[in-house]
């Protein structure tokens, strides 16, 4: 064994030694799998003595047609310890007998030892913010949305990654089937355009610090400078808008004129808006003259009308 694949058996060493350690639940395959790790009782063979018997089995075969099965690099498993890479030392495993690592929501062991596994290799920039964060407290692992025996892992193809998403997110699910909504049903956006999977350090893990900095990614003409400006937009998008669908056009929380009612009830003329069909009730309601409604930059638009 050379001194890099030492430096990585070691690390997951410490890693499960440490989760174990830490989790007084421990399950006994856990135990069972420790003492395994202890003893450092790696097959001779690597993946064709695994292969002796699991070769059948399609899901096994797939890992091949992906990254993790690569026979030419060093840094992936098949350059290290290959399938106990990430499975755990064979030991004496035949079966039933003796497990190894089993991965996902009916796996043996818990979420954050599965985590240890691909964190040996994947503890980068892009996971940092993955503890603390939503999915890491909510128990979810690494493979609640990756699938590694595959050729092709679904949630990094934007076409496939909104429906595991929303395999969970059936509120979202719902959302954007409704009539106004950002364009995720068919692959042109999806959730990752918004969102960091991994989390991060902003409210509901949004890739940019704030919820109009995430809007102003596409929308940059609203971010305006406007020589009048609607307080409401520069504050927040989503005091309008609702972020994944709506039932109202153009994903508003209500429609006009309840909307601007909601907060302009008091001000003179804005209470109108019921009974007759006028300008204030008929067509876009206040929009009829309120067209700016994301800001001016007429001399003379101050009450946001040109
Ligand atoms: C990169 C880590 C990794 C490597 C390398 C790896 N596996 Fe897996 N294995 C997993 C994960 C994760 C799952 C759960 C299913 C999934 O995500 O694809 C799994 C599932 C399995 C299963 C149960 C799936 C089933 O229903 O048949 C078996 C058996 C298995 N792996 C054997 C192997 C063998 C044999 C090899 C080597 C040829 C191997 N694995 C290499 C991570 C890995
Ligand atoms: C002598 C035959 C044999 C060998 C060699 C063998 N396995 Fe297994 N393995 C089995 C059997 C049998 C099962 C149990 C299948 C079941 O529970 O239905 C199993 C189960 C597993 C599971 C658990 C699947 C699950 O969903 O619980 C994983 C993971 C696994 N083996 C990985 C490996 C790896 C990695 C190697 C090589 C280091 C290996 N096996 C070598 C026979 C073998
Ligand atoms: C032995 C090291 C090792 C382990 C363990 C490992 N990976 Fe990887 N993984 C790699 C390498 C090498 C690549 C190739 C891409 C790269 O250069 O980063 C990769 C690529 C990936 C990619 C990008 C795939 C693509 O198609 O571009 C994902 C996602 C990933 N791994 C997830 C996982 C998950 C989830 C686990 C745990 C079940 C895991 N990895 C375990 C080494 C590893
Ligand atoms: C909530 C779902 C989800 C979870 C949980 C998740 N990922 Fe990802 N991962 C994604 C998505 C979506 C992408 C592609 C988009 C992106 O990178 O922002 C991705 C990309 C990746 C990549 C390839 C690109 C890169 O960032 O280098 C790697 C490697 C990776 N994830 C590893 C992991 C590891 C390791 C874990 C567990 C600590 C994990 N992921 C947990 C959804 C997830
Ligand atoms: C296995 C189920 C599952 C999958 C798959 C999943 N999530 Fe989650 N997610 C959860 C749970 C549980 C929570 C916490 C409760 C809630 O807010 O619904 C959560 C929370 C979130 C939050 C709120 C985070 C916060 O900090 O407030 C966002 C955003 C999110 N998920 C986005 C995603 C995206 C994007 C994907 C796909 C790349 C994804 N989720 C895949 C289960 C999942
Ligand atoms: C256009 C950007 C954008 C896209 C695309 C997007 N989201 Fe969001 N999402 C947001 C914003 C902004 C919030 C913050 C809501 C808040 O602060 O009230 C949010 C909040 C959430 C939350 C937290 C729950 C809540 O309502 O506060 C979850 C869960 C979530 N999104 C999941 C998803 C999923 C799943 C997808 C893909 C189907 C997705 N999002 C796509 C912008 C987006
Ligand atoms: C990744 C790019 C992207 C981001 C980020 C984004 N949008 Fe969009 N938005 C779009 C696309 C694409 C459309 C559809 C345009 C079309 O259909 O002509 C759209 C449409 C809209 C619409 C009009 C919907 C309709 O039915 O006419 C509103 C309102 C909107 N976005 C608000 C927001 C808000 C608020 C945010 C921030 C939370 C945001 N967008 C973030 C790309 C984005
Ligand atoms: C005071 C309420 C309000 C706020 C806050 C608001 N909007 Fe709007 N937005 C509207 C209304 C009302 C419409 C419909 C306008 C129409 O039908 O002429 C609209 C329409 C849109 C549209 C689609 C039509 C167009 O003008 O392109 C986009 C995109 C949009 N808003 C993005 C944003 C973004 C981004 C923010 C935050 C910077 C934001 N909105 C803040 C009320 C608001
Ligand atoms: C979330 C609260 C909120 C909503 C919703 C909202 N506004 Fe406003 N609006 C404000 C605030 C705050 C100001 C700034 C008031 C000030 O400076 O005295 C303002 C200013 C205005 C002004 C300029 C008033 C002036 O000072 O001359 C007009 C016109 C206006 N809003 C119309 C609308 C219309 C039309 C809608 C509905 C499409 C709407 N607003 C929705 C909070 C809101
Ligand atoms: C027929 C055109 C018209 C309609 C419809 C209209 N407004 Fe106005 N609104 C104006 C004009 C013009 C001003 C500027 C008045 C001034 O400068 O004295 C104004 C001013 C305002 C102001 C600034 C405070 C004030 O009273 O001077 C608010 C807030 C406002 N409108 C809200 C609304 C709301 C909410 C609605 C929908 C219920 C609405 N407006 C419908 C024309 C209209």
Redesign the pocket.
């Known amino acids: 064994m050379n001194q890099k694949k030492r430096i990585r058996r070691s690390c997951l060493l410490i890693g499960l030694a440490s989760c174990i350690g830490l989790n007084v639940y421990a399950t006994d395959a856990e135990s069972l799998l420790l003492e395994k790790f202890q003893a450092g009782h790696y097959s001779r063979k690597g993946a064709d003595s695994c292969l002796m018997c699991h070769r059948k089995s399609d899901t096994v075969r797939a890992l091949f047609q992906g990254v993790h099965g690569d026979m030419s690099g060093s840094r992936g498993p098949m350059g290290q310890l290959q399938c106990e890479s990430c499975h755990g030392p064979q030991g004496k495993h035949k079966g039933k007998n003796e497990p190894m690592i089993a991965f996902g929501d009916n796996g043996n062991v818990s979420a954050e030892l599965q985590d240890s596994v691909c964190l040996s290799c994947h503890q980068d920039g892009e996971r940092t913010a993955w503890h603390g964060s939503m999915h890491q407290q909510e128990k979810l692992s690494c493979v609640s949305c990756h699938t590694v025996h595959a050729a092709a892992d679904p949630v990094l193809n934007r076409n496939s990654e909104v429906a595991v998403c929303t395999g969970c997110h059936t509120e979202q699910k719902l959302d954007m089937a409704k009539r106004s909504a950002h364009p995720m049903q068919w692959g042109q956006m999806a959730c990752s355009d918004c969102h960091a999977p991994h989390g991060s350090l902003s409210e509901a893990s949004l890739k940019q610090v704030s919820v109009n900095d995430s809007c102003f990614e596409c929308h940059a003409e609203k971010r305006g400078p406007f020589l009048w400006e609607h307080q409401p937009v520069t504050d927040n998008c989503l005091s309008c808008h609702t972020p994944h669908g709506s039932v109202n056009d153009t994903m508003l929380e209500r429609r ?2 309840m909307l ?2 909601s907060c ?1 009830a008091s ?4 209470s ?2 019921h009974g007759d069909d006028n ?2 009730s008929g067509g876009q ?2 929009l ?3 067209s700016q409604i994301h800001g001016s930059n007429h001399p003379a638009g101050q ?1 946001l ?1 040109r």
Do not use: L
């Open positions: 006009a004129p601007c009612q302009h001000d003179g003329h804005a109108r808006g300008a204030f309601s206040c009829n003259c309120h009450a009308q």
